[in-house]
């Protein structure tokens, strides 16, 4: 039978078996500049979508969801399409590329965007029949679909274009759908008009009318329309201007040069950097861009490898893109240390601030992935060490000795969503010393160790407001996630856990650290497929504790237990 959170709260607290503790890196950390926190956004708009059934009840009275895949709409270059379960139609468009646009005629009297919000997203220019409004997507917590823009509009057929801002260190937007509400009266048959934009081409159709015309004429001589058709032999003398067709081959190579060209504030990775994978380019790579400057977007030649002996260390960037186009970096030398993560992001030079790290392959040299060697995790997919501001998305990760991405050094404000970790020698996810976290919507075939896990070195090390929901994971080998497993009382808090799925594997929690107290933790609407032996959600010392909501099957036992906690929220 499934578990559920009916929670008896224990009198004392059994000795639970705990893992070893994570073995702490062995490097100095770093100096780190005072970093001013992600400042909390406007309350999320109200209405009536609560989540997706709600929008797509509505289409069937007066209101109609356009999903942002239908034919409706005009996507200029820059946008990207995502599979998000969250979204209401399954998908999602997002940019973060400043002059990225979308346009859409619609049919109706109001209309309504739907959009993602979050502490990753940006802002946008909504333009509706030549009026426009600047619309902030921003928000401190993650909310999958909000109605981020309203407004009635007089009249029958309407223009809507939405522009991407590019917002400094947190570009971008995502486009999810739109809500019309129609009217029968004002605007006949708008439902047909708004499902199927293509009643313009209509006067295709005229065409056929004309044939059926020559047959009727045939038996009939005096229909003068006969010598309307002999206008078609006149057609057969633009057959001879065939020279005409030959400036057509002039157009074709024009537009394949206009690719080669990158957009405005974009810089293509120089030839002179080996992209074949044959020799070492992390000191080339690394020092062009840094040499890049601020402000600018990087584009990886699509079907490269880079081999990296060593890691590409990165630092003082500002609001940079790093666009891989699918590109794949690729762990070449023998070492497991931090040293020989893929990309490392350090304070030296400067600090990063506003960097985006999209569409790469990332393979690291652990000859023996998911399997977890102490004293040998060290060598990362990503390591955030400091700075703030990061993006990481579209990524796939796979043998690293460590983790898939590492948060450490008191980096703030780090998304990561949208990935697939295929493999990875310790954690999909560690946050070491790190605040306003966000990893969500990544799928994670297999870890050797934890799949999340929050593990201070460190009682000077804190970490807080980190949000793991919806992501899908599979197999582990020491516990679906953790928290402070090595006992050394760091200041944790404002941890959410939400809507996650594991797959093959339960979901056991380890949260019962017996140095110092853990605050504001909540862990919602979690579950797996696979049974376990309860306890399989493991509380202890925690103020403000909400547990609900969870699936677990199990072969024995209560899916949790509850000890030395305060203000507990069960279901």
């Not at 069937?60 to 599979?83: H, I, M």
């Not at 619309?135 to 909000?146: L, Q």
């Not at 093959?504 to 853990?518: E, Q, Y």
Request: glycine letters at 12%; a neutral charge; aromatic letters at 6%.
């Amino acid at each position: 039978m499934p578990g559920s959170n009916h929670v008896q709260t224990l009198a004392s607290d059994a000795s639970v078996p705990r893992r070893v503790a994570r073995p702490k890196h062995r490097r100095p950390l770093t100096a780190l500049l005072a970093l001013g926190l992600v400042a909390v956004g406007a309350g999320g708009f109200g209405g009536w979508l609560g989540n997706p059934s709600t929008a797509l009840a509505a289409s069937s009275s007066s209101q109609l969801v356009l999903q942002d895949t239908g034919t409706q709409f005009q996507w200029s270059a820059g946008w990207r399409l995502e599979k998000v379960r969250s979204a209401s139609g399954g998908s999602l468009h997002a940019s973060g590329r400043a002059g990225a646009s979308v346009s859409v005629v619609f049919y109706g009297t109001t209309v309504q965007v739907l959009a993602p919000t979050g502490r990753a997203e940006g802002s946008m220019r909504v333009t509706l029949d030549g009026t426009s409004r600047i619309v902030s997507d921003y928000r401190s917590t993650y909310t999958p679909h909000h109605v981020v823009f309203s407004r009635s509009a007089p009249g029958s057929t309407h223009t809507l274009t939405i522009t991407v801002l590019g917002t400094r260190g947190h570009p971008y937007i995502a486009m999810d759908a739109l809500v019309v509400t129609g009217n029968d009266v004002t605007t006949p048959d708008w439902r047909g008009h708004n499902q199927h934009p293509g009643p313009t081409a209509t006067p295709t159709p005229t065409p056929t009318p004309t044939p059926t015309a020559s047959p009727t004429s045939s038996p009939t001589p005096a229909p003068t329309a006969t010598p309307v058709p002999t206008a078609t032999p006149a057609p057969t003398a633009t057959p001879r201007p065939t020279a005409t067709p030959t400036p057509t081959p002039t157009p074709t190579p024009t537009p394949t040069a206009t690719p080669t060209a990158p957009p405005t504030g974009s810089v293509l990775v120089p030839a002179s950097i080996d992209a074949s994978g044959r020799t070492d380019v992390s000191a080339s790579l690394a020092t062009f861009i840094k040499g890049v400057g601020a402000n600018k977007t990087i584009l990886f030649p699509a079907g490269g490898t880079y081999a990296l002996a060593t890691a590409l260390k990165l630092g003082g960037l500002s609001n940079v893109v790093l666009e891989g186009n699918g590109v794949t970096l690729k762990a070449t030398g023998a070492g497991t240390n931090e040293n020989y993560s893929l990309l490392y992001f350090q304070t030296f030079p400067g600090t990063n601030y506003g960097v985006t790290v999209r569409d790469f392959n990332f393979v690291g040299n652990d000859p023996t992935p998911n399997t977890f060697v102490g004293g040998q995790e060290g060598a990362m997919g990503i390591l955030v060490d400091g700075g703030s501001n990061f993006d990481i998305s579209g990524n796939t990760f796979s043998a690293s000795w460590g983790d898939g991405v590492e948060v450490n050094s008191g980096a703030t404000g780090v998304h990561v969503h949208n990935n697939t970790f295929i493999s990875a020698g310790r954690n999909a996810l560690s946050v070491i010393w790190g605040n306003h976290v966000e990893f969500d919507h990544n799928t994670i075939s297999a870890v050797g160790y934890v799949v999340f896990d929050v593990e201070p070195n460190t009682s000077s090390q804190p970490c807080s407001f980190i949000n793991i929901h919806d992501n899908t994971s599979g197999r582990w080998s020491d516990a679906w996630f953790a928290v402070d497993g090595s006992n050394t009382g760091a200041a944790i808090s404002d941890i959410t856990v939400a809507n996650n799925a594991s797959s093959g594997k339960s979901l056991l929690t380890v949260i019962n650290a017996a140095n110092g107290r853990k605050q504001r933790i909540s862990f919602t609407n979690n579950r797996s497929d696979t049974l376990g032996s309860g306890p399989v959600l493991l509380f202890a010392n925690i103020d403000t504790l909400t547990v609900m909501g969870n699936v677990q099957p199990l072969s024995s036992g209560t899916i949790d237990r509850i000890t030395n906690s305060t203000g507990v929220t069960t279901q």
